[in-house]
């Protein structure tokens, strides 16, 4: 697949007449913003309802959700759902998406093979993030893996020494201003986000990918176990 080392973003293909997720799903399937877009199958925007008390932040589509078109319904999803319930989040209180939104990969023969997306892909898709947050009230962020970390936090942020901590949000972003105001109607009337929390942890994929699966699952319920409290609290 090619490199690249600017790409033109994903603003320019944000309609700022966009109200609600569904209306952001809709024109994200026309995003160019990167060269992802030639070879993924469709863009995976974030599913789940605008009235989600948690956000959960992943890497990108893998190659099961690329072809489905949702996020999380790929192994590492399964695994996520197995999480969330043992650590007690209502599922249906969740909104999943993907830092990402499209699926970078090599081929192997006939198999598509995950690659980390670039920091300019991050940096090319971040506005979608931006727009989707414009557009929820989540109590809690969760934020899976590095790559969604650097998207919402900084590349200088380290998952293995903060995680399962809570944080303010969106103080904790790298760029708070871009999470603070939100719109209140379509008239373009913006008031300040509900204040929020943050936490940072492992991508489910890791866990899969770990020698001592055991271990690294019950530290991810862990982690998740700290949203649910503060939900409660």
Not at 56 to 85: C, I, N, T, Y
Not at 107 to 122: A, F, M, S
């Amino acid at each position: 697949m090619a490199e690249i080392d600017t790409a033109p973003g994903a603003q320019q293909f944000i309609p700022p007449q966009a109200d609600t997720i569904d209306d952001l799903r809709a024109a994200a399937d026309g995003c160019r913003g990167c060269e992802l877009y030639r070879d993924a199958t469709q863009t995976v925007f974030g599913r789940g309802g605008e009235d989600a008390r948690v956000v959960l932040v992943g890497e990108q589509p893998g190659d099961m959700e690329d072809q489905k078109g949702l996020p999380f319904v790929g192994p590492a999803g399964r695994l996520l759902r197995q999480a969330v319930d043992d650590a007690g989040l209502n599922p249906t209180e969740l909104y999943l998406t993907n830092a990402v939104k499209h699926f970078r990969f090599e081929l192997r023969g006939k198999r598509r093979i995950h690659q980390t997306p670039d920091r300019v892909h991050i940096t090319a898709c971040r506005p979608w993030l931006v727009a989707e947050f414009a557009r929820l009230r989540p109590e809690v962020v969760v934020v899976l893996g590095a790559t969604a970390a650097k998207a919402l936090l900084g590349p200088s942020f380290r998952v293995t020494r903060q995680r399962g901590t809570l944080m303010p949000w969106p103080a904790s972003a790298q760029q708070p201003a871009d999470f603070a105001r939100v719109p209140v109607d379509s008239a373009g009337k913006v008031a300040d986000a509900p204040a929020a929390q943050l936490l940072a942890t492992i991508h489910p994929s890791a866990v899969l990918r770990a020698d001592d699966r055991d271990t690294a699952y019950a530290g991810l319920v862990a982690d998740l176990t700290v949203a649910t409290r503060a939900l409660a609290a």
